[in-house]
């Protein structure tokens, strides 16, 4: 009973230097988002996806980008790292629907140096 | 835009107290309203929901009350434990570009003593 699983759970990068976040969800949801959370700040969304073959901006999307690859699976890529994005970031899917809660990830703990 | 506010933490109680977490929305549509928890280390989980004026949600002794006139939706427990500590988050999901976009506050910690 996986749920969502997030790879990798820690990462320290460069700056300017690129990595990808994996997502992965076992629960047949059609909808998958990323949020990144700061101190202070709660938790922001960066992009979702409401279905498979979709996806949009969220509040703060600028220095990444995602794909939907199939509907399991949503990456979060960041071409190049800045200090700014070092955060936590979470993945989370659910169904689409006002009263559709949403299942998280554990997190991953990005430091930009 | 639609947003979230709840109450500054960090919260610090003696075991037994009483504990409320103010959470007040505003929305552009009729959202469903949310309280999620997140234990140190670990990702958010749902604690609670309520998807329509004056329902009540309640799981683990925790309740809130959708409150449509002063749109918001308080969480209460009548007797806290120091395994209550975690960081509290109020949320609500409103339709948005024909999606369901969740919206987070910017979540209440919670200190438990013994």
């Known amino acids: 009973n996986a749920g969502v699983t997030q790879t990798p759970k820690f990462q320290v990068l460069k700056t300017g230097q690129s990595m990808t976040l994996q997502c992965a969800q076992d629960m047949n949801h059609n909808s998958m988002y990323w949020y990144r959370q700061d101190p202070g700040m709660g938790l922001r969304l960066i992009y979702y996806?409401?279905?498979?073959?979709?996806?949009d901006k969220g509040e703060v999307p600028n220095g990444y980008n995602v794909s939907r690859l199939n509907k399991r699976e949503f990456s979060l890529r960041l071409e190049s790292a800045a200090p700014s994005q070092t955060s936590v970031y979470f993945c989370?899917?659910?169904?689409?629907?006002?009263?559709?809660?949403?299942?998280f990830g554990s997190g991953t703990q990005l430091s930009v140096l | 835009g639609d947003s979230v506010t709840q109450m500054e933490g960090p919260v610090t109680l003696s075991e037994e107290a009483f504990l409320t977490i103010n959470c007040t929305y505003t929305a552009t549509g009729y959202p469903s309203l949310f309280w999620y928890v997140q234990y140190p280390g670990e990702g958010l989980q749902l604690l609670l929901k309520a998807t329509k004026a004056d329902d009540k949600g309640s799981n683990k002794g925790f309740e809130a009350t959708y409150r449509k006139e002063t749109t918001s939706f308080h969480l209460e427990k009548g007797s806290v434990q120091v395994s209550d500590s975690a960081v509290y988050f109020c949320?609500?999901?409103?339709?948005?570009?024909?999606?369901?976009?969740?919206?987070f506050g910017r979540g209440t910690s919670l200190i438990v003593h013994p």
């Open positions: 989370a899917s659910s169904e689409q629907g006002a009263s559709e809660k949403l299942f």
């Open positions: 949320a609500l999901s409103d339709r948005l570009r024909g999606s369901y976009i969740p919206t």
């Open positions: 996806s409401a279905s498979e073959g979709t996806t």
